[in-house]
Nanobody, 113 residues
Framework: QVQLVESGGGLVQPGGSLRLSCVAS????????LNWYRQAPGKERELVAN????????MYAVSVHGRFTVSRDNVKNTAYLRVNNLKREDTAVYYC??????RGQGTRVTVSS
């Protein structure tokens, strides 16, 4: 059964950090590039980061560049999104997504004092 399961979200103060995880199962994780998206209430889904199959190249949305870091461990079938210096506008549900495979249920990040 193909699955992507995110975790690591939570409530954090502005300026705080979290590490989001996406654990994959049921397919060959290392064969696919991976995207991290987010969707805030009332807003469209936004692509925030992408990482290649080997984890040797990546891209970021302008809104998160310099604050977010995407990585992956193909031995553990896990991708990560380190989110630093969080701002209130980063509040959203964060999803990992693999084209042709699917996406997870998301993990909620709330930035509030």
């Amino acid at each position: 059964q193909v699955q992507l399961v995110e975790s690591g979200g939570g409530l954090v103060q502005p300026g705080g950090s979290l590490r989001l995880s996406c654990v994959a199962s049921g397919f060959t994780f290392s064969s696919y590039a991976l995207n991290w998206y987010r969707q805030a209430p009332g807003k469209e889904r936004e692509l925030v980061a992408n990482i290649t199959r080997a984890g040797d190249n990546w891209m970021y949305a302008v809104s998160v560049h310099g604050r977010f870091t995407v990585s992956r461990d193909n031995v553990k079938n896990t991708a990560y999104l380190r989110v630093n210096n969080l701002k209130r506008e980063d509040t959203a549900v964060y999803y990992c997504d693999i084209p042709g495979i699917g996406r997870g249920q998301g993990t909620r990040v709330t930035v509030s004092s």
